[in-house]
């Protein structure tokens, strides 16, 4: 026994110093039973799971700052300090922070990456990479069949044509996602066919969204030697994908308005270098009209006619020569624009989409037939083993008129031997049996 002999109250008070010095403030999850909330403002109530339950109070002070309304049977993740209530030697919780389970678990674990990444530098603007101006092809990382994609290729088609995309198909939602979105990243970049890369997705719940909020992920865009503009779900959300990426969109739509450019801009840039030519060219010709003065008036001595003939006539072919030249180039240009128009609307992904349908749909039509006709093989195989069979089989000789002599354990007969007189046997036939009783043997003289 010990030599010192404690009070209760020295007990308790030694217990919850050593519980509150071991384990301080834990976060776990539970469900909420017997919940009062009396005048005073606190909250007492009892958080268990299937096998075990502990007593929690959260003062008001702190459930001031809980936006829900927590009732019984609602599951929540809690963080609390570990102590004992002396008066009673009861263990139990002091809660200062409280959030629905499920989604409060996936925004501690969205906090503590996105904080753990901005240490080690992920978010630093010195990091980002600037878009290139301007951008000729676009890469996009998305589902081929999600509203992302029809979003973004709406606008690009309305914008400006004449952008050229690439798609990189991958999955955006679930576990799978994660190594999807990084093997998509690092092929865009193996192939750098793109200017610019766009990863986006539409709207969900943060689980439909979490996969963007994964390291790997992160790690992977931060890794991108190609510029990464992340629009990921609606204005609302955010990822921590959007933290590393080098631009990020509020939506996939206004992700397409920034990086198409607007062909009206083009074509008025366009208006302005036409201008700028034909203001070159004017003031270019009146040069030379001076120049053409001033010699003349230098020559007038000598009258030379016909070379100031010449040299004029010289001059109005290349000025016709020039505008001719332009019209060409300006026609040139706007002919490669429309080209690049229609290849865009002739690769549509909704078109590929529909040929691997009819190439899955021909494909599953033969994988028909051809198990039907293995089938059919095999039953065939398989009548001729059974009448193969059959044609071996004991009973098939017992029809012949032989039969089966056995003892009465049940074990076939031999040898005359094996059995003396007074024995009694059971013969099988061919239809049915027989109960025999032997009056005397013969054995083999072989």
Known sequence: MSNQILTVSALNRQL????????GRVWLTGEISNLATPSSGHWYFTLKDERSQLRCAMFRGRNNRVTFRPRDGM??????????????????????????????LLKQQFEELKLRLAAEGLFASGAKQPLPDPIQTLGII????????????SVLQRRNPALKVILYPTQVQGREAIPALCRAIEIANERDEVDCLLLTRGGGSLEDLWCFNEEAVAR???????????????????????????????????????????????????????HRLNHAIGRTLQQQRSRLSLLDSRLTAAHPSRQLATLSQR?????????????????????RLDNLTTRLQAWQPQRQV????EQLTSLSDRLQRSMSSLTERKRQQLGAQAQALNAISPLAVLGRGYAILQDQSGKALTDASQVQAGDNLNARLHRGELSLKVERTTPSTD
């Open 315 to 335: 001059l109005d072919e290349q000025q016709l020569r020039l505008h001719h030249a332009m019209s060409q180039r300006l026609a040139q240009e706007n002919r």
């Open 354 to 357: 529909r040929q691997r349908q």
């Open 16 to 23: 919850k110093a050593t519980l509150e010095q071991q384990w």
């Open 142 to 153: 998305t589902s081929p069949t999600g509203a992302a994609i029809h979003d973004v290729l």
């Open 220 to 274: 992977a865009v931060f890794a991108s030697r190609l510029p990464i503009v992340s629009a990921v779900g609606h204005e609302v959300d955010v990822t921590i994908a959007d933290f590393v990426a080098d631009l990020r969109a509020p939506t996939p739509s206004a992700a397409a308005e920034m990086l198409s450019g607007d062909q009206r801009h083009q074509r008025q840039a366009i208006a302005n270098l036409q």
């Open 75 to 104: 599951q929540v993740l809690v963080r609390a300090q570990v102590t004992l209530y002396e008066p009673r030697g009861d263990m139990q919780l002091l809660v200062d922070s409280m959030q629905p389970a499920g989604d409060g």
